[in-house]
Nanobody, 123 residues
Framework: VQLQASGGGLVHAGGSLRLSCAAS????????VGWFRRAPGKDRQFVGG????????YYADSAKGRFTISRDSAKSTVYLQMNSLKPEDTGVYYC?????????????????WGQGTLVTVSS
């Protein structure tokens, strides 16, 4: 499985961005896809995820109420809609895939990583 992330950029605080994660290759069984953020000088942290069927989403506290994850199965793409962005949302965003949502939240449980896309939120 290959994951291709895109959509990062520079935005003012309060603005919005939508990141995309396009998947290619063959995935068997159930899985979860989500996003991690690596802020400057910090480790990657879980942002949110969605199950393979789109039924369940889960977000880190920092993302709740502002970020929304969705999927387009026809395009094999997962989206991260980020609204009301804050300077502390700045970082490199990575999409990732794991066998389950629980495992996805643990960085060492991720099976596949996409390359990062940089999001910069100016104050």
């Amino acid at each position: 499985v290959q994951l291709q992330a895109s959509g990062g950029g520079l935005v003012h605080a309060g603005g919005s961005l939508r990141l995309s994660c396009a998947a290619s290759g063959r995935t068997l069984g159930t899985y979860a896809v989500g996003w991690f953020r690596r802020a400057p000088g910090k480790d990657r942290q879980f942002v949110g995820g969605i199950t393979w069927n789109g039924v369940t989403t889960y977000y880190a506290d920092s993302a709740k109420g502002r970020f929304t994850i969705s999927r387009d199965s026809a395009k094999s793409t997962v989206y991260l809609q980020m609204n009301s962005l804050k300077p502390e949302d700045t970082g490199v965003y990575y999409c990732a895939q794991a066998n389950t949502m629980v495992v996805l939240t643990r960085i060492n449980g991720v099976r596949y990583w996409g390359q990062g896309t940089l999001v910069t939120v100016s104050s």
